[in-house]
């Protein structure tokens, strides 16, 4: 949870926090956008140092040592008084966000095969609370001497650095989970594997890289990457845009609204649903099921912003938040990807390089993604091509080309365990060792 909440608390204050540098208002934007993505570009320069460093020392010195440096760094972003000494913060923590690859290996070595997807589903479960999390204490503890008089007054130091509370306050949440991880975690590498994991233990990054089924998966994983941040990046400047540009046209307190319902649906169907359907459908076929559903999803909001634009309100306002719900069932597609990230591993003892590989690519997408897709969808409205509406053609046409990838699946990816199998407690990657 530590990672994106130092994500994203500071999206709320960073336009006012660029501008008080002496930024003007036409650049503000931009440098908005460099910021923001020097984290994710930094993290994806060194997410494989990290995996390395996992498979070799440990995961828990590993991640003791990025959460400890998130800490610091983290906190002090809101001490920043010119923008170099911004991007200089905002890229030291990216430095150390590494603590995402340990997190997730641990977890897979901590269950069965059998017991990974419900581990995993509530491990998105937590992520989505921080994506929640992060901009509230972003926002709620900025400018603290305007939001809380009576206790900040203007001469004290956090009147001098009026965003310092906010990024203190995370700092101290990523501090609580380094201290919790010293005291309280136990190593999940297993130092004792027998002689021919060993030897899968040295393999180079690009002897993994070549493995079977690896590439495929990680091509999977990047696109699945790649719809997820492309929505999520146009789907608020959708709901802002107005009617008659083809958009909803909603207030700010109704897209607040959107998202919220939108992260709540997202978080019961990881937690009630997807651990049921990965046992009756298998990995492989409930993401297959996933991409054809991300397709419809896509296609349904330009033709609810038609239902707008042929003023049939009523029939907008009950179609909606139904459609809404249902379609945030394709977050199950990432939970469904990070399972066949895992069960392509040559060897537990490679399974955090594995998922460094994975994110070095997410983090890639993350870091052009947004920009990408909103420069589309911005030209869309602009020029009214397809009535406001080509980002939605670009996404489904996008999508088919997931349903496309899923065809060539690795079976060691399907996901389709069987109870008989022999496999150790612990062992994540399904191996009976």
């Known amino acids: 949870m530590t990672e994106p909440i130092a994500y994203f608390a500071i999206f709320p204050f960073m336009p006012e926090m660029i501008f008080r540098t002496g930024v003007p208002q036409s650049s503000v934007g931009f440098w908005t956008g460099i910021i923001e993505s020097l984290f994710s570009l930094v993290q994806m320069v060194l997410m494989i140092f990290y995996g390395r460093a996992a498979d070799r020392f440990g995961r828990k010195p590993v991640l003791i040592f990025s959460l400890a440096g998130m800490s610091v760094f983290t906190a002090l972003f809101g001490m920043s008084q010119t923008l170099w000494q911004m991007v200089l913060c905002r890229c030291l923590a990216g430095c150390f966000a590494g603590s995402v690859v340990t997190v997730r290996t641990m977890i897979s ?23 929640f999390i992060g901009p509230l204490i972003g926002g709620g503890l900025a400018n603290p001497t305007e939001q809380f008089p009576n206790v900040f007054v203007p001469g004290s130091l956090f009147g001098k650095y009026r965003y310092a509370l906010s990024t203190y306050a995370t ?52 696109y699945v990457m790649l719809l997820g941040l492309g929505y999520t990046a ?36 990881m937690l009630l649903a997807f651990p049921f359907l990965q046992k009756r459908l298998g990995t492989g076929n409930l993401l297959r099921v996933c991409a054809v559903a991300w397709g419809l999803m896509f296609a349904g909001y330009p033709i609810l912003n038609e239902v707008l634009r042929h003023g049939s309100e009523t029939a907008f306002w009950a179609i909606w938040p139904p459609f809404l719900v249902m379609g945030s069932g394709v977050a199950m597609a990432y939970a469904c990807v990070q399972l066949c990230l895992n069960d392509i591993s040559p060897s537990s003892t490679v399974l955090a390089t594995v998922n460094a590989l994975g994110l070095t690519v997410s983090s890639a997408v993350r870091a052009f993604a947004p920009v990408a897709f909103t420069s589309i969808y911005a030209a869309g409205v602009k020029g009214q091509i397809l009535d406001g509406h080509l980002i939605w053609a670009l996404l489904i046409l996008l999508t088919l080309g997931l349903d496309v990838l899923c065809f060539f699946l690795p079976r060691a990816a399907e996901g389709r365990y069987k109870a008989s199998v022999p496999e150790r407690e612990g062992d994540g990657t399904g191996r009976a060792t």
């Open 234 to 269: 146009v789907n608020p400047v959708f709901l802002y845009t107005d009617v008659e540009l083809g958009g909803w046209g909603f207030s700010d307190q109704q897209i607040a609204g959107v998202l919220a319902i939108a992260g709540a649906s997202q978080s019961l169907w």
């Open 171 to 222: 700092g101290a949440v990523c501090l609580s989970a380094t201290l919790t991880s010293l005291f309280g975690l136990k190593e999940t590498l297993d130092k004792t594997a027998d002689s021919g994991a060993k030897a899968k233990s040295q393999l180079s990054t690009t002897e993994v890289l070549k493995s079977p089924g690896v590439p495929m998966v990680l091509s999977i994983f990047g």
């Open 109 to 131: 070595e901590n269950c069965t095969k059998q017991s990974q997807a419900k581990a995993f589903s509530w491990y998105m479960f937590t992520r989505n609370l921080g994506i």
